[in-house]
């Protein structure tokens, strides 16, 4: 699935560019019996129904001529990475250091998996989170996702 992944990454993008928005990843699923390959687009100020419109509008007819690629019928979607979207690399974390984020670890730490705080750094070997004024470190090794989140 990675090869129609990265295809569709590749087909993508200079098309995401075009309407000013990034691409924030690509996922084909099964869920329910049924196949989906979605786009994730983002910018600064905001994604909006007409952004997913136009870049859907496009890349649908670009993926029309490459049918080959997906061998099951699917459904297409495209839209914003979400408020709430998945940090995935360098520079997503740093894009979002200060921001109220939730870590999920793959094994209980002091009793907990789920972890929210505010994200204050992080390198290759680990993540560091600002709690009510404390300092807490994560070893990469031991976390499963970090998400953004809203407070409260």
Same mark, same amino acid.
């Given at each position: 699935? @990675? ?10 993008? +200079? ?11 690509? $996922?084909?699923v099964?869920?329910?019996? *049924?196949?989906?390959?979605?786009v994730?687009? &983002?910018? +600064? ?8 419109? =136009?870049? @859907? ?7 029309? %001529?490459?049918?080959?690629l997906? +061998? =099951? @019928?699917?459904?297409?979607?495209? @839209?914003?990475?979400g408020?709430? /979207?998945?940090l995935?690399? +360098?520079? &997503?974390? $740093?894009?979002? =250091? ?9 094994? *209980?730490?002091?009793? /907990?998996?789920?972890?929210?705080g505010?994200?204050s750094?992080?390198? &290759? &070997?680990?993540?560091? %989170?600002?709690? $009510? ?20």
């Open positions: 699935m @990675s090869k129609i992944t990265d295809t569709v990454k590749a087909l993508a993008a +200079p098309v995401v560019v075009k309407h000013a928005c990034e691409l924030w990843g690509v $996922e084909y099964k869920e329910a019996g *049924a196949w989906f390959l979605r994730f687009i &983002d910018r +600064p100020e905001g994604i909006s129904i007409s952004h997913c419109e =136009a870049v @859907s509008r496009e890349l649908d007819a670009i993926l029309d %001529l490459h049918d080959d997906i +061998p =099951a @019928s699917y459904t297409f979607e495209v @839209s914003s990475a408020v709430e /979207r998945q995935r690399g +360098p520079s &997503d974390f $740093e894009r979002f =250091a200060g921001h109220y984020v939730e870590i999920k670890l793959y094994k *209980a730490k002091d009793g /907990r998996k789920i972890i929210r505010e994200l750094a992080w390198d &290759d &070997d680990k993540i560091e %989170l600002d709690i $009510e004024g404390q300092r807490v470190v994560f070893d990469n090794a031991e976390v499963a996702s970090v998400r953004l989140r809203m407070r409260g």
